[in-house]
């Protein structure tokens, strides 16, 4: 069994500052992958960026981008200039073996002026 | 290009009346499907993932039941509703061939009264 843990129930940011989202997991696989998701107040789930766990090169997209410790087994995130349209719920999710995707509890982020 | 349908999108629905939500993928073969529910605006307990026609996986006991006729067709059922049965629902799919990231339907709001 995986599971994957979010201790931070809220964060909060302003407008064009960074915020870092935290998460870390346990799994057995070798070989598995790692998600955050966005999920904004309309309760879309949105892919936001992806980690494959054999690469050790941390994933960016724009303005996010992650920080893979495997050792550690921690996926943070990074929002850098933070805007209004970021504030939603994020889920760090790990998916590995052949079908199962987990979810942690979520943190909100909220984006003030 | 992949999409994913569910609804409705919103029901609400007497104790003890049976429930059943639909969701059907479009464009792509062997999915794996997934229902999720989401309580009180939090985290995702997955209920039910199947990995092919007939073959369903619980990950929880509880009131529920899901169904998978078509190759793209997942169906969560309930014979009688119970308060607690209340929360947003959300399918999902990912490819069956390999480790890749689950799309999500918009969802479904369950109020039980």
């Known amino acids: 069994a995986q599971t994957v843990t979010q201790s931070q129930p809220e964060m909060s940011v302003q407008e064009a500052e960074t915020v870092t989202l935290s998460c870390t997991y346990d799994?057995?696989?070798?070989?598995?992958?790692l998600f955050w998701y966005k999920q904004p107040p309309s309760r879309q789930m949105i892919l936001v960026i992806r980690?494959?766990?054999?690469?050790?090169q941390n994933a960016t997209e724009n303005r996010f981008s992650v920080n893979f410790q495997k050792a550690a087994k921690s996926f943070s995130l990074k929002i850098s200039d933070s805007q209004l349209g970021d504030a939603a719920m994020y889920f760090c999710?790990?998916?590995?073996?052949?079908?199962?995707?987990?979810f942690g509890k979520g943190t909100m982020l909220l984006v003030s002026p | 290009s992949q999409t994913i349908h569910q609804w409705p999108a919103t029901l609400v629905q007497p104790v003890g009346s049976p429930l059943s939500l639909e969701c059907t993928v479009e464009g792509t073969s062997n999915p794996n499907l997934y229902w999720y529910r989401q309580a009180a605006g939090r985290g995702l307990q997955l209920l039910f993932y199947?990995?092919?026609?007939?073959?369903i996986s619980s990950e929880v006991p509880q009131n529920l039941s899901a169904s998978r006729p078509q190759d793209r067709q997942f169906i969560l059922s309930s014979k009688k509703l119970l308060l607690s049965d209340s929360g947003f629902y959300l399918c999902a799919w990912s490819s069956g061939q390999g480790i890749t990231e689950a799309f999500f339907g918009q969802g479904t709001r369950l109020t039980v009264v």
């Open positions: 980690q494959e766990a054999y690469k050790q």
């Open positions: 799994t057995s696989e070798s070989d598995y992958y």
């Open positions: 999710a790990a998916y590995s073996g052949y079908s199962t995707l987990t």
């Open positions: 199947s990995v092919g026609i007939g073959q």
